[in-house]
Nanobody, 115 residues
């Protein structure tokens, strides 16, 4: 079983920055494609960023240029650096690990951006 634990959420003013971390248990972290998703109240969960096992990254237009995903395979950790935050970035942010048919989620961390 793989466990994911997010941290780093909180309250920040618009224009500010936060860095989320996701620590992953297990010995094959480097093989996982890792992603960050978010879900705002009343909305569907949406992809925020993804980094593959080969370190390729992808972002939706809504966060491109503001958010950066990275990973440290030695620490079994994936990060999401969020800059120039906007009120519409307010959501619960979830970490995701995916390998073939296996798909794991963290418990989520709240990010609130005040205007």
């Amino acid at each position: 079983q793989v466990h994911l634990v997010e941290s780093g959420g909180g309250l920040v003013q618009a224009g500010g920055s936060l860095r989320l971390s996701c620590a992953v248990s297990g010995r094959i972290f480097s093989f996982y494609d890792m992603g960050w998703y978010r879900q705002a109240p009343g909305k569907q969960r949406e992809l925020v960023a993804v980094i593959t096992s080969g370190d390729s990254t992808n972002y939706p237009d809504s966060v491109k240029g503001r958010f950066t995903i990275s990973r440290d395979n030695a620490k079994n950790t994936v990060y999401l650096q969020m800059n120039s935050l906007k009120p519409e970035d307010t959501a619960v942010y979830y970490c995701n690990a995916r390998l073939n048919a296996h798909n794991y989620w963290g418990q989520g961390t709240q990010v609130t951006v005040s205007s």
